[in-house]
């Protein structure tokens, strides 16, 4: 067993507001800073047609040209004047405006990226950003492994929002108008569609006193999305491009982010292919017959997938796959050993640790756990589902959740010959 660590004291506290914004948080009073984020829970896989393909990324870029009280400028300034450190990303499920600051700089973080959640959207800014954000998705084709993921990403999840790249393409961008978006964020930037979290030195009290101030009137809108089931057509697509490696990447199904077997899952994935130590490690990439040859797990609302990833020379790709889908075939018929599975608790339990000292990490923890759990967890409680799974549930989850017959597959490179044993 994994010894335990000393953890920090965790006080959770929850509001919510009448119009439905859920707010979040974490006191840690021996902390000097404070992060504090609007979580809103909408990324790529919520642009239903062609049309709105990477709204939510552009978006993202728009919230910081400037809003009804200030200009792009002054949000930076006014952020560089408290120290902040703050940034923003767009994924596949959720859109996330991040600071960290001092204790005591908290209120002005929150007035600030309150005020950013309501941006202006002036057409003249959506026009000029439209042209960064074509240079960026052009940019973006000279880098293989990009244009790769992308193009597998669009072939597993065929026919649902999840397949399209959360920048969108170089047309709908370019067709994209200001009233589109205006639309967008009006149902999607919805008070009950946005988490409030904070997290570090807070006085809790006052959150919630200026998170009415600011964001009490805001609008009701959609909330969360409706994630109907999906499973993949098994299928081989081929790339050819003069590249110097083989690059093939594969998916099959494996459980959700809301499943009880999350973190057998993730420890199985763990298991068979982490970068460092993981069998694929040892038995291809550390033998020098692969530049990498990795697996790991893509959980997400409603479904999930065990990716893997391999860059190789092209003459030695069929070998390296042939190592590849061997290793699949003997976890599932044998599982995994006592060894290997305490060393993938122990690094996730110090992942998890250490992610636990950080303000940071752990407010941007807490609207996951919200979502996924239905409740804020302790690290004990997260540390305590993990040293319970057993070699029995990862045998279990590489039974339940076979390769064969439902991998999808994709390869580009010099070789169009390249064919699953």
Not at 58 to 75: C, N, P, S, W
Not at 186 to 215: E, F, H, M, P
């Amino acid at each position: 067993m994994t010894a335990a660590p000393t953890l920090p004291t965790e006080l959770f506290s929850t509001h919510r507001l009448p119009n439905g914004l859920q707010i979040l948080g974490q006191r840690m009073p021996d902390m000097e800073s404070a992060a504090i984020a609007f979580y809103v829970r909408t990324g790529s896989r919520d642009e239903p047609t062609p049309a709105l393909w990477g709204i939510s990324h552009f978006l993202e870029h728009m919230v910081f040209k400037g809003t009804a009280k200030r200009d792009g400028d002054q949000i930076t300034l006014d952020f560089n004047r408290m120290g902040a450190e703050f940034n923003a990303y767009t994924s596949f499920e959720e859109t996330v405006y991040h600071a960290r600051v001092l204790g005591d700089e908290l209120p002005r973080a929150l007035d600030l990226l309150a005020d950013m959640m309501r941006p202006r959207l002036d057409g003249e800014d959506f026009a000029r950003e439209r042209d960064v954000i074509v240079a960026e998705i052009t940019r973006g084709e000279d880098q293989p492994t990009q244009v790769a993921a992308r193009q597998f990403y669009q072939t597993y999840f065929d026919g649902i929002a999840l397949g399209h790249d959360v920048i969108g393409t170089r047309e709908s961008i370019a067709a994209m108008q200001v009233e589109q978006m205006r639309d967008y964020w009006a149902r999607r930037y919805a008070a009950n569609n946005l988490i409030l979290a904070v997290a570090g030195n807070i006085d809790w009290d006052q959150i919630v006193d200026l998170a009415t101030k600011y964001c009490g009137d805001w609008q009701v809108g959609e909330e969360g999305r409706v994630a109907l089931p999906f499973s993949p057509i098994a299928t081989r697509k081929v790339i050819q491009r003069d590249l110097q490696q083989q690059l093939i990447l594969m998916g099959y199904p494996f459980p959700e982010e809301q499943s009880k077997d999350y973190y057998a899952a993730m420890m199985a994935a763990d298991i068979l292919g982490d970068s460092s130590g993981s069998r694929l490690y040892w038995n291809i990439v550390h033998q020098g017959l692969a530049e990498a040859a990795s697996s790991s797990y893509s959980p997400f609302d409603g479904a999930g997938m065990l990716f893997s990833f391999i860059s190789t020379a092209p003459e030695k790709a069929d070998a390296v796959l042939e190592l590849m889908l061997a290793e699949f075939d003997s976890i599932e018929r044998d599982g995994v050993h006592q060894d290997e599975l305490e060393r993938a608790k122990a690094k996730l339990i110090g992942h998890i640790v250490l992610d636990g000292e950080s303000t940071m990490r752990r407010m941007l923890n807490l609207p996951h756990s919200w979502l996924i759990d239905g409740r804020l967890k302790t690290l004990e409680e997260d540390i305590r589902d993990i040293e319970a799974v057993t070699v029995a549930d990862v045998h279990r989850i590489f039974q339940q959740w076979p390769h064969k017959d439902r991998t999808v597959m994709l390869t580009m490179g010099p070789r169009e010959d390249i064919e699953a044993p």
